[in-house]
């Protein structure tokens, strides 16, 4: 089955204890992608991949690292975390080359930093 | 800045009526066009697609793009409690290393009974 697969799904922490987010991805898509969605905002980019070892800033970056050392897998960081990242965040993947096809989400994690 | 604007709603109509909710973009380049459903907490699942003036239809709902007026739109007929949701527009461009995906920020769509 074509899935995009996050990890965890809910967290709560604390303020400055490093996290990560991890996100896979099973149909061979080149592109990836991390959102936040808060309310009143919508979906908001953070930082998305094209290709393995490729990476780009995308609306919202600060406070946020990714990497991308495999192609299935895109994880997001967040090095010291602060309430205000606290948020609903989503993976998304894309084939890429073929414009026309829709992203595929991931469940979503839900973050609350204290 | 690209941008895509939908109305926030909330849009509210009776059971069985037509549902309609639009969405305009601002970059002439797109050249696809999303509608998402979104459940609260969950995650955004694909309604439809359109890449070509005109309308598309796909059982109860039909897509319709204008691209000379940069506007979208998504039909809902027989409107049920069932498609109480946000519907999400998205707007692609590029290709390849270039693709870029853009959201509105949703209409929240009610449906009474």
């Known amino acids: 089955e074509a899935q995009v697969t996050q990890n965890p799904r809910y967290l709560i922490t604390v303020t400055g204890k490093k996290l990560t987010v991890t996100c896979s991805q099973n149909?061979?898509?080149?592109?990836m992608s991390w959102y936040r969605q808060d309310p009143g905002l919508g979906l908001r980019q953070i930082y998305y991949?094209?290709?393995?070892?490729?990476?780009d800033k995308g609306d919202v970056p600060e406070g946020y690292k990714v990497s991308r050392k495999e192609k299935r897998n895109f994880p997001l960081i967040l090095e010291s975390p602060s309430p205000n990242q606290t948020s609903l965040y989503f993976c998304?993947?894309?084939?890429?080359?073929?414009?026309?096809?829709?992203?595929?989400f991931g469940d979503g994690t839900r973050l609350s930093i204290l | 800045q690209k941008e895509v604007e939908q109305n926030s709603g909330p849009l509210s109509v009776p059971e069985g009526a037509i549902a309609s909710l639009n969405c305009t973009y601002s970059?002439?380049?797109?050249?696809?066009f999303f509608w998402y459903r979104q459940y609260s907490g969950k995650s955004p699942e694909l309604i439809m697609f359109?890449?070509?003036?005109g309308d598309k239809e796909d059982g109860r709902f039909t897509a319709q793009l204008n691209k000379a007026s940069q506007y979208v739109s998504l039909l809902i007929r027989d409107s049920q409690p069932s498609d109480s949701a946000t519907y999400l527009c998205?707007?692609?461009?590029?290709?390849?290393?270039?693709?870029?995906?853009?959201f509105g920020k949703g209409t929240l769509l009610t449906v009474n009974p």
């Open positions: 998304a993947s894309h084939p890429g080359r073929i414009r026309n096809q829709p992203q595929h």
């Open positions: 149909m061979n898509h080149e592109y």
């Open positions: 991949s094209m290709n393995v070892e490729v990476t």
């Open positions: 970059d002439r380049g797109s050249q696809s």
């Open positions: 359109i890449y070509s003036n």
């Open positions: 998205a707007v692609g461009e590029g290709g390849g290393s270039n693709y870029k995906l853009t």
